[in-house]
């Protein structure tokens, strides 16, 4: 069938998508250590390299992959993990996808969008991933960082009013909490009894994302001598936090970020401004100065 300029230049631009990402799956499965994995990866290399081979009978043409895209994945799925990088690539995947749908003329682009679209969804599925088990310890770290962090540190800003005595106290404070909260996820998952999750592994995975959270929040303090300042900062990369987190879950898990966030945010700030409040009551009502 003949092809105009601009179907064929469409077509090009599909076929180089799917080259690149069927080398992007087997790049991954390359550096996969779990077997079961390594055997999913690869069975979607193939059908993205039997796409590309498709689109080769339309355009007669062999472009070259995108060398930059094949780097960029590799690397999220080196950094983030494989499920990340491979459901953020998937995405525009699933946006070029959509554009298949206006070249009703053409079969193989339409089974390719339809059929193929799903089963690459259910081999994805099949990928498990070890952070991903462990990802509910993850949110409570850094849940119940956030939320009870934030408040206990804008408490302490008027309740002590000076930069380098809060971030002390924040510290001594925090590395306790995360040794609590761990020490509480260790013996819930204990008890839990869930063969999938190792205990000592989930405590480790909560007081990481714990403590990591508590050095976020306390730098500020320990960086800026007014307190009102540090007080900004900290509930900026408290917001800043919670977003980076909640992408990174959303994509993984397949879930609303918008929704995450804002129920996230909500809780934090909400529970710092009432914090805020009491040291601000207290420090009046008891005449206290720092």
């Known amino acids: 069938m003949d092809i105009d300029k601009k179907t064929r230049n469409d077509f090009v631009r599909f076929q180089r998508n ?3 990402e069927s080398i992007v799956y087997t790049r991954l499965a390359s550096i996969e250590k779990d077997s079961a994995n390594k055997d999913v990866l690869l069975k979607i290399a193939a059908e993205e390299s039997g796409h590309g081979r498709m689109f080769h009978k339309l355009t007669n043409e062999s472009p070259t992959p995108n060398k ?32 298949y749908d206006q070249y009703a003329d053409f079969p193989e682009l339409l089974r390719l969008s339809h059929e193929e679209q799903e089963h690459e969804k259910m081999l994805i599925g099949l990928i498990n991933e070890e952070r991903l088990e462990y990802m509910g310890s993850v949110v409570l770290g850094l849940n119940d960082a956030l939320v009870e962090f934030t408040g206990a540190l ?23 909490a995360a040794l609590s909260m761990a020490s509480s996820e260790y013996l819930s998952t ?25 050095v976020a929040l306390v730098t500020p303090f320990i960086l800026c001598s007014n307190v009102f300042i540090a007080l900004g900062i900290m ?20 879930e609303s970020f918008k929704k995450r966030f804002t129920e996230m945010a909500i809780l934090s700030f909400g529970v710092a401004t009432i914090s805020f ?8 009502f008891t005449g206290i100065e720092a």
């Open 154 to 176: 804008a408490g302490f800003t008027l309740a002590l009013s000076d930069s380098k005595l809060i971030a002390l106290t924040g510290s001594i404070t925090g590395i306790a």
């Open 68 to 99: 930059w895209k094949i780097a960029k994945y590799y690397w999220l799925a080196r950094l983030f993990g494989l499920t990340f990088a491979i459901k953020l690539m998937e995405a525009g995947e699933a946006n070029a996808h959509e554009n």
């Open 18 to 20: 799917e080259i690149t």
């Open 235 to 254: 509930l900026f990369m408290a917001l800043l936090i919670i977003g980076l987190f909640n992408y990174y879950y959303s994509v993984a898990r397949s």
């Open 190 to 214: 204990k008890s839990e009894g869930d063969k999938d999750k190792h205990p000592i592994k989930a405590a480790i995975y909560t007081g990481f994302a714990y403590v990591v959270t508590v």
């Open 277 to 284: 409040l009491i040291g601000y009551a207290l420090k009046v």
